[in-house]
Nanobody, 118 residues
Framework: VQLQASGGGLVQTGGSLRLSCAASGRLFSSYVVGWFRQAPGKEREFVARILWSETTTAYADSVKGRFTISRDNARNTFYLQMNNLKPDDTAVYYC????????????WGQGTLVTVSS
């Protein structure tokens, strides 16, 4: 499986962006897909995930109520809608996929930069 992230950019505080992650190769029903981010000087952190075959989602506390993860199985693509962005959301965002609920993310996209200006 190869993942290609896109949709990053520069946005003002309070603005919105939608990130996309297109997968080449089959994503089986057991897969879990998600988003992580890494801010300058910080470790990579979990943002959100969704099961490929169910609507079960999970979010980091810092993005709950502002970010929404979704997927389009027909397009083999998943998304991260980010609303009410804050400067602390500035980071490189990575999409990832795990084969199952043990969440060993072995497939990663190349990252897309999101910059939120104050």
């Amino acid at each position: 499986v190869q993942l290609q992230a896109s949709g990053g950019g520069l946005v003002q505080t309070g603005g919105s962006l939608r990130l996309s992650c297109a997968a080449s190769g089959r994503l089986f029903s057991s897969y879990v897909v998600g988003w992580f981010r890494q801010a300058p000087g910080k470790e990579r952190e979990f943002v959100a995930r969704i099961l490929w075959s169910e609507t079960t989602t999970a979010y980091a506390d810092s993005v709950k109520g502002r970010f929404t993860i979704s997927r389009d199985n027909a397009r083999n693509t998943f998304y991260l809608q980010m609303n009410n962005l804050k400067p602390d959301d500035t980071a490189v965002y990575y999409c990832a996929a795990a084969r199952n609920r043990f969440l060993n993310y072995e497939f990663w996209g190349q990252g897309t930069l999101v910059t939120v200006s104050s």
